[in-house]
T-cell receptor, first 114, second 114 residues
Framework: KAGVTQTPRYLIKTRGQQVTLSCSPI?????VSWYQQTPGQGLQFLFE???????NKGNFPGRFSGRQFSNSRSEMNVSTLELGDSALYLC?????????????FGPGTRLTVL | AQSVTQLDSHVSVSEGTPVLLRCNYS??????LFWYVQHPNKGLQLLLK??????LVKGINGFEAEFKKSETSFHLTKPSAHMSDAAEYFC????????????FGKGTRLSVIA
């Protein structure tokens, strides 16, 4: 089975731009979660989608949004980028057969905002 | 509310010596606890998990952790460190329903010296 894939792996943007990141979960997984990882704040939960519905949302401003498609692929969008949005964005999926809290992570998208 | 405190941001050990990574948790109810590992430029991987069964949990690559309710701790140990163990380790707490997001500790970077 292929693992969780994230595209692109690296991205450089400038302040004020917007960006869209993509995540393809493991086949059969319907839950996709997104996290932001920074040296200062560590791993912070952004949101979770299950069957195209947002099930949970973290404490991030409205500039951060996401969606999930019928094939379970997910995208997250960040509008009006700020320098502080520079981070590693991780996507994780889970599905039937996994216990609570068991997630499979992708390698992440490294976003740099200049 | 739940939280996790990893007591050391960096631990350095010699190859072949024991590893101890410390984690304390806070939870309003009986938690599920996890350790995830992140190797450089890779996504997180689940090492082991505690749900409600045996308090001593064995994971992959020789790691184990003991749930101690009286001490609210879930320390990760390994009898003998290997160079390949060098990575970032995250202690994670969740409720048992799976309806709330995972809460990550800040991480402990493990260095293994030859």
């Amino acid at each position: 089975k292929a693992g969780v894939t994230q595209t692109p792996r690296y991205l450089i943007k400038t302040r004020g731009q917007q960006v869209t990141l993509s995540c393809s979960p493991i086949s059969g997984h319907r839950s996709v979660s997104w996290y932001q990882q920074t040296p200062g704040q560590g791993l912070q939960f952004l949101f979770e989608y299950f069957s195209e519905t947002q099930r949970n949302k973290g404490n991030f401003p409205g500039r951060f949004s996401g969606r999930q498609f019928s094939n379970s692929r997910s995208e997250m969008n960040v509008s009006t980028l700020e320098l502080g949005d520079s981070a590693l964005y991780l996507c994780a999926s889970s599905g039937p057969g996994q216990g609570v809290g068991e997630q499979f992570f992708g390698p992440g998208t490294r976003l740099t905002v200049l | 509310a739940q939280s996790v405190t990893q007591l050391d941001s960096h631990v350095s050990v010699s190859e072949g010596t024991p590893v101890l990574l410390r984690c304390n948790y806070s939870s309003s109810y009986s938690p599920s606890l996890f350790w995830y590992v992140q190797h450089p430029n890779k996504g997180l991987q689940l090492l082991l998990k505690y749900t409600s069964a045996a308090t001593l949990v064995k994971g992959i690559n020789g790691f184990e952790a003991e749930f101690k309710k009286s001490e609210t701790s879930f320390h990760l140990t390994k009898p003998s460190a290997h160079m390949s163990d060098a990575a970032e380790y995250f202690c994670v707490v969740s409720d048992r329903s799976g309806n709330t997001p995972l809460v990550f500790g800040k991480g402990t970077r493990l260095s293994v010296i030859a």
